[in-house]
């Protein structure tokens, strides 16, 4: 992201300085300004995605249709400000038109505008959805939060066991699928091994919609056993994340003790010694 | 709550006398009489509680009339004596009236009386069951559950986790919920996006009544990995309050007992001599 | 338990020497065959227990009737003998006889002999059903686990946490079951409070028969935020159970370094000194 | 496995070497060639499993008959060359004959074979179905995974936890499936004990599909306690494993690495001077 913001060689002095300042202002959030935008953004996309929810209920889109319709105008007016703005402010503009976010931008506005070109466009109701896209726009924001890094930590830390633990499920999902398609058969739901599948899947989760269930004895003691296999297996998710959790919260808490001398990091409380250069650490007052 | 407490400059010594013990009985739970009133005001929220439960059973209402109306009469009384009782005894009746508890006290009695004045509102079955609101004032009695106090600061401490968790959730559920809009249609139950998305929701939570479900191969297909997803993310909230609860159980062994000799912390309550330098501790008192 | 035991203060030396050896198989597990008698009971437990099981399905019964009963008679006579010799060897007959396994012992045989007797018992189901309770017979052999004791120590520590949360699901579930039944009424099948606490408590606990739903769509918008609820508080009583568990299992690694001064246990590996009487430990060496 | 490897005292230098090679490329996994071999076979049996479940699918098959016969008969001519090679490059042919994976990989190959001499097999689905045990094989590969292993000792170690929590819950299935039959009665579903203990299970595994679902209010309210008690039960293999998974990833932490000077145990890997002393440590050797 780093790589779109002007640099100084670029410009006239006076134009820099107001691209500059638009950049930072919707780019980054480390300025007053620039986190009033991003929470004015925030709350325009929630209203925006509120209408296209609001809209696609059938009772309340014949009643306030042009209420409906002139609200979706207005937020597709300022977005399409918003994205022309972004566009004149950074240095690559294609680079940013052609970014994750910048495709977003330009999806959830464009319904609106092809539905004035091509009329038969606005009735179909897939296209115009793609504006709920913008719902993605909030995964910017919460850079506020230290919390949420904590999270998004510990689940990339657990990245690799979750997937593995996923391909068991998935490998299981298969064997128990396919044995239920011959134990129950097509007479009672399981049509299909991929129904089987999905039955499978929604067992082990302890989803359980009801909608295939087993019917014979045998059905019934297969699944009694395999639900008890996924109760047992509910643990191993839980255990992975809790972990990497504790870890990432745990490392937190040393990493602030640094060597006056080789200014490693992260020292423990009882440490008296760095443990790089071996040089003598000041005693360790625990802050806050 | 302190500041309801009535001090010694206001009214006369005896008078003063009598308020502060009634003061200590009934809003306090540190002497005998006050913790057997307590106990007793539980024993009889339940019961009214129990009573107005029982009473929404149809078929009981209409044969035991008389025996729920008498009794719903007698905790009425008995809670508007406790109403006035507190209003006297605190030194700021207003204050207390208007606080939390205040209100909930009052409202849970007036829709008895209201009932005599207004006989057209004893049909009015929703205000009656205001009533309900009395068992929030059990939520006042833990305070003799130490543990409670470790759950609740457990909670406390993760709640930004859990916002954003939740908030994950909710995109999620926008995202999946509009998805099987389209995909499903209101042929297979998923009317609008509010109804997708509290399908989602009840899919992600891994409840899964089966009042709505999906029944194309695709749709079945989505709701697979949507369940595989919101089986692996079932365990960030596990691991997120399990972590806190783990650090605030922790923290009651005190890691801050300091040896005066060798300065070494973290030595336990039962330690007598410093288990590093051999060194008599000083006896250890529990802060807090 | 031990005070069942036979002492030598009664009987003739042969008599005690018979009753002291049967004793010892039947009642301790710490000879061969004693845990040999274990084994042999817990089969014919688990068999008479699936002969129950078997006997209850119409189809099986009707067909190899004089089997089943075989085995029935086949089982009462084998459980009435280890009453009768449990009731010899034990110095206080009386006493082995009103606790609570003696009463499950006669319990579970009772039936059958009173079938002869009274011949239109025979035909009340629910008194013969009484024998399964020979299960609960089980319960008293897992001594061979020692892991059954950490699972159940890490229960017994957390019991207070559990019936505070258990408390708080019961209050919520009181709660939404009220303003459910008010929302969705009876007319959606919210036919009562107990119905809509019932359902509540399928709710929050993520079961979801599906036998009632809510149907108005500020039901549904409710139901969404309870299981969301519920989906953050589920994390409660695994945190609690977890850390319990982490700490029983954490505090058996180090309770076998004993200072040989004051014999105190349960000394961490980094003590050098002994916490209780200042003596100078042994160096730590890590076992296994 | 490595008692398979040809050794040099077998057969000619030029034999032995070519056997020796294919054994190192189908066998092990530390070559490129070896490591290309498997990922191929993942492939390759990912494709034939999936052709298996999409010939179970009615519409499809009646489609696309030649195209999923003639793949079919592809898989099976390379399983076929890929198990005869098997065969061939290891030193006891017999001994991987009749181990699991040389059974799993004859079993998956047959059922076409039989098709042709005996053609009213091919019309057997559910021996046609043994192909999907080649999913096992891929059970074999995740050698690649470190983390697959942490999960699988972690599952491993708290192996008797699991077995005993299991134990529990079945003889609670006992009961509760018993008084279910009891209270309900087979005109509410309740048809059999079997059935009420699968109920049970559906039931306190939170999976709820709502085939068979409490009617009387008896039953609704011994479901409610029965849920809540699965509720503080499902902490338990939560816990379990979390634990062990802890204590699994913690113990690769080297605690056993001390200070030559004054004995200081548990240095980080990184680190280079002793945290107590300032000595210098020991260059960090991974143990295993």
Redesign the interface.
């Known amino acids: 992201m780093s790589t779109l913001k002007p640099t100084t060689s670029n410009g006239t002095a006076q134009n820099r300085d107001w691209r500059d300042r638009l950049y930072t202002i919707i780019f980054e959030a480390d300025t007053d300004a620039g986190r009033r935008f991003d929470k004015m953004l925030l709350v325009l996309i929630v209203l925006s ?1 509120a209408t ?2 609001i809209d ?3 009772a309340i889109r014949s009643n306030d249709y042009f209420v409906l319709n002139a609200l979706e105008w207005l937020f597709t007016v300022l977005f399409t400000i918003e994205y022309v703005v972004r566009l004149l402010c950074v240095k690559h503009p294609l680079r940013y038109a052609l970014s994750w976010f910048g495709i977003v931008d330009l999806i959830s506005i464009l319904p609106t505008y092809l539905a004035i070109i091509f009329p038969e466009f606005y009735y179909l ?2 296209v115009r ?1 793609l504006r ?1 896209l913008r ?2 726009r ?2 910017k924001l ?1 850079r506020y ?1 230290d ?2 890094q ?2 998004w930590q ?2 990339r830390n657990s990245r ?3 997937m ?4 068991v ?1 998935l ?1 299981m999902s ?2 128990l699928g ?1 044995i239920m ?2 134990v129950e058969g ?1 007479e009672n739901g399981f ?5 089987g ?2 039955w499978s ?3 082990l ?7 295939i ?1 087993p019917k014979t ?1 045998l059905g ?2 297969i ?2 056993c395999a ?2 296999l ?3 297996i ?14 990432t ?1 745990m490392k937190r808490v040393p990493t602030t003790r640094t060597c006056s001398s080789c200014i490693t990091e992260g ?14 650490l000041d ?1 360790y007052q625990f802050e806050k």
Chains 1, 2, 3, 4 share one sequence.
Request: net charge negative; glycine share 10%; aromatic share 8%.
């Open positions: 995605v296209v929810i696609s209920v059938g109701i897939d959805l709920m719902v993605f909030i995964l919460p939060f919390e949420s904590i999270l510990a689940l690799v066991k979750i593995v633990f996923l391909g499920v490998i298969v064997i396919t398609y011959v097509p049509t299909s091994i991929p129904v599948m999905y899947i929604v067992t989760t302890t989803t359980g919609y009801g909608d269930h004895p019934q003691l699944t009694s639900m008890l996924g109760y047992g509910i643990a191993l998710p839980t255990g992975i994340v809790g972990v990497e959790l504790a870890m919260m020292h423990e409380s009882d440490s008296t010694f760095c443990k790089h250069c071996g040089e003598k005693p």
